[in-house]
C-alpha cells in the first residue's frame, strides 16, 4: 500500500490517507481524511480548493484527522475547503497565516494545549463558525484572525493571552458577550469594529492600551465591566463611545 491511498471508497463515506511526499490525487468524492504519521508539516494550499494538486474539486471533503506528531500547518493549507470540522493534535505548536481562511462549512474547531502560534486570517471567513477556545498557550489573537465569522457566538479567552490585534473579531455580529482575562494588556484597532450583537464587554485591571474605534458600529453595546481600572481609563472610554458603564 502507498502513503497515500484510497481506504475506503463505500457511497456514502470516501476515506483518503494523506502524505505530502506522494501527488496521486484523491477521489472527487472523498470525504474524510487521515493524515499519515510521518507528516510533521502541512503544507502550504495542501487542502486548498482550486490549488491543490491532490484534492483538486474533492468538493465533498468534510473531515481532517490530523495525526499526532504534528507540528504546523502552513499558509493557506485548507483555504476555501468544505471541512465541517477539525481536532488539532496535542503536538501541534503552528498555525501559519490563511490556513483556514473562507473554510465557509467549518462548524467546530478544537484547539489545542501546547498551541503557540495562530497567525492572521486564520478563521476569517469561516460564516458557519460558532464557537471557539483559545488554550492558554496562545498569548496573541493576531490580526482578522476572526474576522467575518458571521455566526461566531461563544469565544473563550484564557489566561496567558496578552494581546488581541487589529480587526480580530472585526464584523463578528452574532458575537453577544466577551470577557477579557487578566493577562491581557493591549487592544488594538478596530477588534471589535462591526460586532452588531454584542450587549456586554468586560475588561480587566491590567489593561495598558486601547485602540480606535474598538466598538464602531456595535449597536447593540450597552454595558461595560471595569473591575478596577483606572478612573483615567474610565473616563476615555465614556468619551470616546458615550455608552451606560456598569462597574463593579
Partial sequence: MSKRQKINDAPTDVVFEYSWDNEEAAPQQVTKVYVHPSVVEVKCHAFCNGMSTTFHNCNRLKEVVLNDGLQKIGKYAFYGCTLESITLPSTLVEINANAFRNCRNLREVVLNEGLKIIAENT??????????????????????????????????????????????????????????????????????????????????????????????????????????????????????????LRTR
Avoid: Q
Fill in 123 to 244: 478563521f476569517r471567513g469561516c460564516t458557519s463558525l460558532e464557537s471557539i477556545r483559545l488554550p492558554s498557550t496562545i498569548t496573541e489573537v493576531d490580526e482578522d484572525m476572526f474576522y467575518k465569522c458571521n455566526n461566531l457566538r461563544v469565544v473563550i479567552l484564557n489566561e496567558g493571552l496578552k494581546k488581541i490585534s487589529h480587526g480580530a473579531f472585526e464584523n463578528c455580529s452574532t458575537l453577544e458577550s466577551i470577557s477579557l482575562p487578566a493577562t491581557v494588556t493591549e487592544i488594538n484597532d478596530g477588534v471589535f469594529e462591526g460586532c452588531s450583537s454584542l450587549r456586554e464587554v468586560s475588561l480587566n485591571e491590567r489593561l495598558m492600551r486601547v485602540g480606535r474605534l474598538l466598538f464602531t458600529d456595535c449597536t447593540s453595546l450597552e454595558c461595560f465591566k471595569f473591575p478596577s481600572i483606572s478612573a483615567r481609563l474610565k473616563i476615555l472610554f465614556k468619551m470616546v463611545i458615550g455608552l451606560v
